[in-house]
Nanobody, 125 residues
Framework: QLQLVESGGGLVQPGGSLRLSCATS????????IGWFRQAPGKEREGVSC????????KNADSLKGRFTISRDKAKNTVYLQMNSLKPEDTATYYC??????????????????WGQGTQVTVSS
């Protein structure tokens, strides 16, 4: 059974950092692209970052201006999202998702078939 479990969310002050984890099971990261998405109350879901099945291709939303970095540990079947210089507008529930695509990834949620339950990130002083 394919599963994704997010962790690492919490309350952080503006300018701070958090690292989110997406622990996967039931499939290999060599066959699935992993994406991070977020959704704030009253707003549409937004693609944040993704990494291809081979790990060689990553993509970030332009609006992030390089503040977030996606990476993976194949041995641990885990994908990370390092978030730096956090702003109040980064407050949202963050989800990781898996899509069976090779050598590419996209920030379009409808392309992803499997989703985690989400982890809340709140940026506030």
């Amino acid at each position: 059974q394919l599963q994704l479990v997010e962790s690492g969310g919490g309350l952080v002050q503006p300018g701070g950092s958090l690292r989110l984890s997406c622990a996967t099971s039931g499939f290999t990261l060599d066959s699935y692209a992993i994406g991070w998405f977020r959704q704030a109350p009253g707003k549409e879901r937004e693609g944040v970052s993704c990494i291809s099945s081979g790990g060689g291709i990553t993509k970030n939303a332009d609006s992030l201006k390089g503040r977030f970095t996606i990476s993976r540990d194949k041995a641990k079947n885990t994908v990370y999202l390092q978030m730096n210089s956090l702003k109040p507008e980064d407050t949202a529930t963050y989800y990781c998702a898996a899509a069976q695509m090779t050598r590419l990834c996209v920030l379009f949620g409808l392309k992803y078939d499997y989703w985690g339950q989400g982890t809340q990130v709140t940026v506030s002083s």
